[in-house]
């Protein structure tokens, strides 16, 4: 069992940075893919970034590519997501997730993921 607890969100200015942290309980950490996926009001949630167990390997949606980035701390059983230059269409709850999958099959699958946080909100005022 995993527990994900995300900090960090908040309301920034379009062109801003927000960090968000994702903290995990266990002693496994180091053998999950993490992600980061968001929900905009009324829409489906949506992949953002993923990263590989070991943090060397991450992959993003399109619309984050060059804004974001996803990072892991496997010592402190933590993933981050660096946001630049956000733009209102970033407004969303963003959750953690963990997956014992690969870190690109949890990008792709239709299927449901392991572990979640409970979100935490981003908004961006233009």
């Known amino acids: 069992q995993v527990q994900l607890v995300e900090s960090g969100g908040g309301l920034v200015q379009a062109g801003g940075s927000l960090r968000l942290s994702c903290t995990a309980s266990g002693r496994t950490f180091s053998s999950y893919t993490m992600a980061w996926f968001r929900q905009a009001p009324g829409k489906e949630r949506e992949f953002v970034a993923t990263i590989s167990w070991s943090g060397g390997s991450t992959y993003y949606a399109d619309s984050v590519k060059g804004r974001f980035t996803i990072s892991r701390d496997n010592a402190k059983n933590t993933v981050y997501l660096q946001m630049n230059s956000l733009k209102p269409e970033d407004t969303a709850v963003y959750y953690c997730?963990?997956?014992?999958?690969?870190?690109?099959?949890?990008?792709?699958?239709?299927?449901?993921?392991?572990?979640w946080g409970q979100g935490t909100q981003v908004t961006v005022s233009s």
């Open positions: 997730a963990a997956d014992s999958r690969s870190y690109t099959i949890v990008a792709i699958t239709t299927t449901p993921i392991h572990y």
